[in-house]
C-alpha cells in the first residue's frame, strides 16, 4: 500500500482503491506494506483497521560499516577482518564465512557491474567443484536467452565465479536467471540498483548499501528517502537460513556515521502522501471514472473523486476545481459529451481507456495527424510517439549524445516535430528516444544501439514493447480523427517494430520461429518471400546459416510447400536444427 507514494504507480493505485470501495462496498481491503508511518490515516482512508505488528520471521540488525568495524543502532560493534584491503570484498567474505550471501545496493547500473566484477575475487575462492560446474552451465546459458552484448558478456563471465549483477538495463530472461541462481544460493554476491528493492523479494544474509544517493537526470545525484531505504534493509535475513539478517551502510567519516544513523538507522519512513493531484492523472481518471459507469454527473464525480486519499489529505477545495477543469478539458478535446442532466463518453473516449494510454497522447496523436511536417515519414511517425507523454523509457540526453542527435536533427529536420521546440531539451530527449527505436527497426545490433544512444538490452526491449503499443494505439485512433489513409504506414511500423527488421523482411518474420536475425539470413540467401520459400527445397534452405534441416523441413511445411520422404528423414534425423545459440537468440 505504500506504493500510493509512488509517482508512476500510485495515482492509478488510489482510484483503483477509491472505486472498489464504491463498486464492492462491504469487501475486507488487505493493504499490507513494511515501511508505512501513517498507517492510521491510510486506514480510515480505507475504512479499514489498522493492524500493526513489529513481529520479523527474521531478527533485522542495522549497522554503519566504519574503519573495518560495523556499529549498531544499539552500540554493538562487529570487527571486519581485513583480508584484501577493500571493504565491500572483506565484507563479502566476512559474509561467506558465515554461510551467507550479500546483496548490495549501488547508486548506478555502472557502479552495480564494476562492483560485482570485483567481487568475484571473493566469491571464486568460496565455490565448491559442484557450485562451479553449475555456475558455468549458467554462465553458458546468458549466451543463448538473447543476443550477445558486452553487457551479457559482463554478466556471464561474473556468472561463472560466483557473483552477478541486476539492474532494468539486463535483459529480462538474464535477470530472471540471476534471481533464481541467487535463490538457490549459486550466486553469493549480487549488485544492484535501488529499483530491486521494490519490485523483487532476494532476501540475503547481509544487505550492504553503498550509497545513500541515487542518479536523477534532472537533479542530479540526491538522496534516497528513509522508506526506499528501509525498503532495501528489509531485504536482509534470509527465511529457513539465517538467524539474523544484517542492513549495512558505509560511511566516510566518524561525523558521516553518526548522520546515516541518526538520519536513517533510526529514523521512521516518512508519510505515505497521494501522488493524484496533477492535472494530467485526474484528467486521465475522471475518464476512466466515467467510461466504467460510475460517474455521468458533475455530482457523481465530485463523490467519487471527494473519497480518494487525496481529498482525505488535503481537502477537496483545491481537487474540486481540478476535477470540473478536467472535464471541461475532456470535453473540449472529443473524449466526453454533454447530455440531458449529465454527460457521457464518446466512442472516442471509450477507445482511448480501452488502449490504456494518457488522453493528453491521444489528443496529440490527432495534432501530429492534422498537423504533420513537410516529409511525413516513418521517422514522423516515430516522433510522433516519442514526443507524447506516454513513451518509456525515455532516453535523456547526455553531453556526449548531443552530436548524435544533432546531426539526426539536422539530416531528418522535414521530417520532424520541430516547431518552437527545436532549441527545447525535451527535444533532444525525443530525438534521441526516437534514434533508439529506428536503430532497432534498421536491424542495428543491440551493442551498437548502447554504444550510440546509451540504452542497454533491458531497455531497448522496454522501448520497443512500448513503441508497439503507442503505433498500435495511434493507427486504433487515426480512424477517429479522419486519417484512414496512414492505417497502413502505421500498421506497417508497428510490425518492423515488434520484430526489429526493415520493411523487406515483413513477410518472413510473420512466420513462427523466425525473426530478425533468420530472416535477414533467408533474404540475403535469396529467399525473400514466402513464395519463395514455397518453391524452394529443403537442403538449399537447411544451408542457410541459422536454419537447418529441421527447421527448414517446417518453413516448408509452413508455407504449404510438398515435402519429398528424404527431406521427412533427414528432418528426423536432424534433431538439433542448429545450434541452441542461435535457435534461443531468435526466438520472439
Known sequence: ????????????????????????????????????????????????????????????????????????????????????????????????????????????????????????????????????????????????????????????????????????????????????????????????????????????????????????????????????????????????????????????????????????????????????????????????????????TTEDLHEVFSSTFLARQRGYVNLRRKVEEALEYLTKEGALKWTNGGFIETNLGRRIAELYIDPSTAFHFRDCMNMRPREFTPISMLHMITSSSDITPMLYTRSSDMALVEDFISEHEGELYLSSKAENRLIQDEVKTLIAIWLWIDERGEDAISDMTGAQQGDIYRLNESAVWLLYSASELAAFYGHKELLPQLRELEVRARHGVKRELIELVSMKGIGRIRARNLYDNGFTSLQALRRSDVASLARVPSIGTKLAAKIKEAVGGKLKARDLKAARRDEVQTTLEDFNREAG
Open 1 to 296: 500500500i505504500h506504493l500510493l507514494d509512488s509517482v508512476d504507480r500510485g495515482p492509478t493505485l488510489e482510484m483503483l482503491s477509491t472505486w472498489l470501495k464504491r463498486v464492492a462496498s462491504g469487501s475486507q481491503f488487505l493493504a499490507l506494506s513494511a515501511t508505512v508511518e501513517n498507517c492510521d490515516e491510510i486506514a480510515e482512508w480505507l475504512d479499514a483497521k489498522p493492524v500493526v505488528s513489529d513481529w520479523r520471521p527474521i531478527p533485522l540488525r542495522e549497522g554503519v560499516f566504519l574503519d573495518y568495524e560495523i556499529v549498531y543502532g544499539n552500540g554493538k560493534r562487529i570487527g571486519i577482518t581485513r583480508e584484501f584491503g577493500e571493504p565491500y570484498l572483506d565484507l563479502a567474505s566476512h559474509a561467506i564465512r558465515e554461510g551467507g550471501q550479500v546483496l548490495f545496493f549501488t547508486e548506478t547500473r555502472r557502479s552495480a557491474v564494476a562492483l560485482s566484477r570485483k567481487l568475484c575475487a571473493a566469491t571464486w575462492l568460496s565455490l565448491s567443484a559442484a557450485e562451479k560446474r553449475k555456475l558455468a552451465e549458467a554462465s553458458s546459458d546468458i549466451g543463448l536467452s538473447a543476443e550477445r552484448t558486452k553487457l551479457s558478456e559482463a554478466l556471464s563471465s561474473a556468472v561463472a565465479r560466483g557473483s552477478a549483477f541486476h539492474h532494468a538495463g539486463l535483459h529480462h530472461d538474464h535477470r530472471s536467471m540471476v534471481e533464481r541462481l541467487f535463490k538457490k544460493g549459486l550466486i553469493k554476491m549480487l549488485t544492484a540498483t535501488p529499483t530491486l528493492a521494490a519490485g523483487v523479494n532476494l532476501p540475503a544474509r547481509i544487505v550492504a548499501i553503498t550509497s545513500l544517493r541515487r542518479y536523477d537526470h534532472v537533479l542530479g545525484s540526491e538522496q534516497i528517502s528513509v522508506m526506499e531505504y528501509k525498503q532495501m534493509a528489509g531485504r536482509a535475513g534470509r527465511p529457513k537460513y539465517d538467524k539474523i539478517g544484517d542492513a549495512i551502510v558505509f560511511a566516510s567519516s566518524p561525523s558521516d556515521a553518526q548522520y546515516l544513523m541518526d538520519t536513517y538507522l533510526k529514523s521512521s519512513p516518512e508519510p505515505v502522501v497521494s501522488k493524484l493531484g496533477s492535472a494530467q492523472s485526474i484528467a486521465a481518471h475522471v475518464l476512466a471514472t466515467t467510461v466504467g459507469g460510475m460517474a455521468h
